[in-house]
């Protein structure tokens, strides 16, 4: 299992930066995914879950109207776009395979908003 998320960086407050995952080594479109960062000296949060065929998603009200998760099952690539970004998003974000407990992780991509 390999997922290697891309799209990372640095952004103004309001800002806006899409992050992208991409799966392989497994049959990407029969597992749900998610998102999760993990902010400066504090544990990991999850941010956004997408079922298997991207009917169903959930997010954490902290990104709420502000971050919408996708997937295109044909490309095995998993999305985050990430709108009116705020300093407290400022974290290293990870995709996962799975839906509340996760078996694999990507390496992460960091997200930095300052002015």
């Known amino acids: 299992v390999q997922l290697v998320e891309s799209g990372g960086g640095m952004v103004q407050p309001g800002g806006s930066l899409r992050l992208s995952c991409a799966a392989s080594?497994?049959?990407?479109?029969?597992?749900?995914m998610s998102w999760v960062r993990q902010a400066p000296g504090k544990g990991s949060e999850w941010v956004s879950s997408?079922?298997?065929?991207?009917?169903?998603?959930y997010y954490a009200d902290s990104v709420k109207g502000r971050f919408t998760i996708s997937r295109d099952n044909a490309k095995n690539t998993l999305y985050l776009q990430m709108n009116s970004l705020k300093p407290e998003d400022t974290a290293l974000y990870y995709c996962?395979?799975?839906?509340?407990?996760?078996?694999?992780w990507g390496q992460g991509t960091q997200v930095t908003v300052s002015s």
């Open positions: 996962a395979r799975g839906w509340g407990s996760y078996d694999y």
């Open positions: 997408i079922s298997t065929g991207g009917s169903t998603t």
């Open positions: 080594e497994f049959t990407f479109s029969r597992y749900d």
